[in-house]
């Protein structure tokens, strides 16, 4: 009983990290069309630049994440203006896949550069580097700060793009660009806002889910299988897949570690193949 | 529908070419050949390597079969090439010694390796298509790890010594009779894959490439032809597989692993899919800029091909290879 629930918990807060990363990557993907293999670089120069201002400069957490947040938004702009629109409804998804790769290897020869290739740690407040006392057992604050964030985002993300004038733009912009665009919507900026939305959030995510998923300048290739595999199995562009998805596999690759942790990932990509033949077009395919 | 970036509209139909003009065949085998011959005398110190670069090459070139010539989108090659590098490698630990019987076991594991493969991964198109390849490719690497006794697990297996070819020429120190065998087999692929790409049935898979509901329509069928050409590219990456094993004598995790079928994607992407040459010269620049600037640093080894990979995809969407083609068509405008 113990186990299962220290299974249970540690799935659903790694489930949260994939998602918080992940659901922008689903969101560009669904808008733009992009398959985006440089989303955990950015991730991780999120947690990079958080690790910095937190360590070293030594400013706290909070600022840590805003820093994270904002400064990888900053680096990721100018990129799209200059190489991701050259690539935007390219007909042979290898283009996109090669230009990415190439991007992140680029980004984890600067940061080995910048941050030389030791692992790095985000120092964590009081706050949340205790135990909690749930009544039931003892976990670690941290993962459950993970967890609310994670819900906060999930609602935060729906009430944005379900309730808002932005929302209805960024929904008819996905559904047919050029009608959007004759009706008066600024596509152009409804690109360049979520891809900003899209990056702001991993790096938020690579930032909060350091402790889950450490940093190095590998990280970026480490974790590109994983997540490109969470969002294709969610369904491009939709919140709610992305979300069942992130959970759904976070809780088979946690378990499968805990129970048989000699068989690495078998279990989870066997999980993958198995979901991807059931369902082709992912769990929670946008608009079908 | 836009032409697609990576292939000029209009580009020459290779099929009716080479009708008018017999020799023209044999031009790029007898190009290969000679480079070969020039590099044995010219480094005779760094055969190993060049081995090394033709194991690239067939590799690159049968994913090119299935990436440049079907469109299928794949970044779990490397099992195919993997299945063979094992099979020969665990023959010849078992007794098997015949180094051309050996790559030959090697070349149907492949073939083997590349239906089951393609019953999976031709099941769904893009992004499905290349999660499912790459969720293949993870669960070869585990099995291989997990199968400790048989391949050898995360210390890989050793102890393959090959017998000599055909019963004379030993497998020695300096590597030679291991390049001159893989240079062979790769002129020998050459010249069949050039066949085979520019035969009715190539045609019609680049067909499919470019409109499958076209083929469809005209009477062709898809899935079926799709597989045949993954079997074909099986036998080939399976070939190379063997080579490895038997000229190296080491068979490591990493002939399954993720990162080799997408550094095969990277060489083929540089050098120019659908045209085999292009596989060739991207196998030659990444495995050689790879020998000299890794050796350095590999961190700015991974920059220098992160660059190199964004200039090719925005610059020179047809890849290296389109280079020289490039700078043919410049000659005769700028002759009087």
Redesign the interface.
Known sequence: MNILLSIAFDALAYGMVLFIICIGLSVM?GLMRV?NLAHGAFAMIGGYIASYVAGPMGWGYVPALVCGVIGAALIALPLERL?YR??YG??????Q???T??????????T??LFG?AMRAIPLPALISGPVDLGVRTVPAHRLFVIACGVVIASGLWYLIERTSFGIRLRATVDNTGMAGALGVRTDWIYTATFALAVGLAAFGGAVGAEIMPLD?YYALRYM?TF??V???GG?GSIGGALVAALLLGFVDTTGRYLAP?????F???A??AI??VF??GLLRRGA | ??P???RPAASPRPGCRSRGVPGRELVAPTVVAILGALAYLAFPDDLAFFTRIIVAALFVMSLDLV?GYC?V?T?GHAVLYGAGAYAAGILCVNGLTDPLLLIAAGSVAGVVAGLVTAL?IL??H???Q???S???V??AY??A??ARDITGGSDGLSGISPGPVFGLFEFDLWGRTAYVLALVLLIATLVVLRRVVRSPFGLLCRGIKQDPDRIRAIGGTIYGNLVKMYALSGAVAGLAGGLTAVTTGVVGLDSVS?EWS?EA??ML?LGG?GTLYGALVGAVVFTGFEHYVAAVDP??W?????????G???AL?AGLGSLAAWLRRLLPQGAP
């Open positions: 993907m398959i190489l050259r690539v390219a007909s042979d998804p290898l283009v896949v090669l230009m790769i190439g991007l992140t290897f680029c980004i984890i020869g600067a080995n550069f290739s300048p299988v490109l595999v969002v294709s199995v491009a000699n068989y690495g990932e078998f989870f990509y066997l993958v193949i991807v033949f082709p077009h | 529908m836009a697609i970036p990576g990436v469109g989108a970044l999976v099941r769904a893009g992004l499905p290349l999660v499912l790459i969720a293949v993870q669960l585990e099995a790890n997990k993720f997408a994607l990277v992407v899919a961190y700015h991974l920059f220098v091909v992160g660059a190199l990979l964004i090719v995809v925005l969407p």
